[in-house]
Structure formats: C-alpha cells, structure tokens
C-alpha cells in the first residue's frame, strides 16, 4: 500500500537528487489546487446528497433495492448508489449530459476510447450515467500507477478498473462486457492543449479490437479542459519527469462548474482489413473530428460556465454552425 510517507520516501528517493527544489513546498504546491478546488465542492456536495439519498431510498425505493441485492453480483446495490452520488454531481456541479446514449449498444461487447482530460471526471460521471440509465457496467483500463494508492483497489474492484495488457482486455471483451480506454492516458492528461490528442504510437487497443473483432465508439467531452486544466508553466520540466518517471507531475488547477457534455461518435465497426495502425488512424480522425464540430478552440472557463444557460448555449452553436 502506498501511504504519504512512502510517496514522500519516493520523491527524495528520486527527485530530490535530480532536481533542486524544497520537497514539502513542492507537494503542498501540488496537492493543494487538489484540495482547493476539487475536494471542497465534491465533499460537500456528496455529504448533502448521501444523506437526502439515504433518506430518499430508504422510504420510496427499498423494494428495489432489496431486488437488486439479490440480482446481481455482490456490488451491485453498492454500485447503484456510488453512481447516483456521482450522477449527482456532475448533474449539480457540470450540469453532465451524454450526448448519443443510443451509441451504446444495449447488449454485446465494444470498446469506448476517450479523450483524456487533465482529471478524467467525465469518465466517471459517463460510468454512473450509462450503468443508471442502460444497466451496463463500463469496465476501464486505467494507468498502473493508480493502482498504489491504498484504497484504489477497492474502486478498482466495484467499479472494474484493470491496469489493461491486450490479453486480459480481450477476454473481457470476449465475455461481451464494455471497455474504456483512452490510448493517450497520463501523458495526455498533462500535456494535450487545445484538446489535441497525444496517443504516440499506441496501437495496443487498436490490437485488442482487432483481435476481439469489436466496435469501437469515440467519445470525447465538451470543455473537459476548462473544468480542470494543467499548469503551462515548466512544461519541459514535467515532460522530462514524465518520460523518467511515468508519473503525472503537473501540477492540476480547476474544479470550475462549466458545462460538461459527453459526445459519442459513431461507432467505428470491426473490419479484418484493418492494420493496427490504420484503425488507430481511423479512431484518432474520428475523435478529432468530433472535438472540432463540438468544441470552442481556444477554450474558455467564462464561456464554458455560459454554457449552463441556454439562451447562451443556443447563440453559440449557431454561430458555430455558421462558421463551418
Ligand atoms: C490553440 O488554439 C489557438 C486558436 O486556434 C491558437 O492560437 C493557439 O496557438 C493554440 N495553442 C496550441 C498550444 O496549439
């Protein structure tokens, strides 16, 4: 298990010696934006829905949940409620809509590919939404690093979370479950500007369709990056972290409530013709294409809170739509 003091352990261990800086004001410069902007508003709200949920549950639903204790596996009644606490937030904080739902198949296996914001929250709002409303749990690949924090592997095990080699996301798929993953991960998350996508050369879900002969649905969040955005600063600094660690250094500011909505492209279907490298292409136009017919470059934190409002809403996809 990974406690702070290990985490500490580890930077001197590795960082101090390569770079000269104060360790205790380099993490508090780093957690704190954390705390600040993301736990504050999260802790409150989920403390005031948990308990109106509690409540609201206990006295209208408790058939329904009795059922479901008994229906499925042993998470279940657990899942359900975690995600209505989530679907809560992103309802309250982003206003969180899905945009093409009906993408999603209602039964059989496909593979999600996601762009990746500085902090994936609309990953997990999209999980709580489409297990609420579509009964079908999306199981993610999420980067191993993840899996060191102590109370991770609890999440991991409801939610079905795997640190993802092709093999395992194979199997999954050949169990006719739904896999998300976005090829650009952590490096992604930290360096993408402009929502450009940084996948290198990772063909490895391309290879994992190919070999599971599945869909493939791209799926990308209008003003992910105005909700949480990386620092511009020592870009070069965090990128030499990155490629010697594999850990997402930059420090990450935000917890803005701008709009959120999902879009889902349209599913990209299996074809035994395909190189990995060319589904990878494939994929990749797709989900550019998307970001382009949805989202206002350069992005903005004042319009994407606009968003929220209609009247505001509707004047700019009009001359957007103008423009194209
Ligand atoms: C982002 O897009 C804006 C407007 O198109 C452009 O001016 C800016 O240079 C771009 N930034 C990056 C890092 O590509």
């Not at 795997?162 to 952590?186: D, F, H, M, R, Y």
């Amino acid at each position: 298990m990974f406690s702070l003091e290990d985490f500490k352990q580890f930077l001197q261990g590795n960082i101090v010696n390569y770079i000269d800086i104060d360790l205790t004001l380099w993490l508090t410069w780093f957690l704190s934006p954390l705390i600040i902007t993301f736990l504050l508003p999260l802790v409150i709200v989920i403390l005031f829905y948990l308990t109106a949920f509690i409540l609201y549950i206990y006295k209208l639903h408790w058939r329904n949940i009795k059922d479901t204790l008994t229906a499925g596996d042993r998470w279940e009644a657990a899942r359900k409620f975690v995600g209505a606490v989530w679907d809560a937030h992103g309802w309250i904080w982003h206003a969180y809509e899905i945009n093409g739902m009906e993408k999603i198949p209602e039964n059989g296996p496909a593979i999600i590919i996601y762009y990746h914001g500085a902090i994936p929250i609309d990953i997990y709002y999209f999980l709580a939404k489409v297990y609420l409303h579509k009964n079908r749990l999306v199981h993610t690949v999420a980067d191993n690093f993840l899996f060191k924090f102590s109370g991770f592997s609890i999440i991991a095990d409801c939610m079905k979370v795997i640190p993802g080699t092709v093999q395992s996301c194979v199997a999954l798929l050949k169990e006719e479950n739904l896999l998300a993953i976005s090829p650009g991960g952590v490096y992604e998350a930290q360096f993408s500007r402009n929502y450009s996508l940084m996948w290198k050369r990772r063909f490895g879900f391309a290879k994992v369709a190919i070999e599971a002969k599945v869909p493939i649905i791209p799926m990308y969040t209008e003003n992910l990056r105005e909700a949480f955005r990386t620092v511009n600063i020592g870009r070069r600094l965090f990128l030499r972290l990155y490629a010697r660690f594999k850990l997402p250094f930059a420090p990450v500011y935000g917890g803005f409530p701008v709009k959120l909505i999902t879009h889902l492209g349209e599913p990209i279907p299996y074809d035994p013709n395909l190189t990995p490298e060319d589904l990878q292409n494939k994929v990749a136009e797709s989900l550019d294409e998307l970001v382009k017919k949805h989202q206002r470059i350069p992005g903005s934190i004042l319009r994407g809170l606009m968003d929220r409002i209609p009247y505001f809403r509707k004047q700019y996809n009009s001359n957007h739509v103008h423009n194209d």
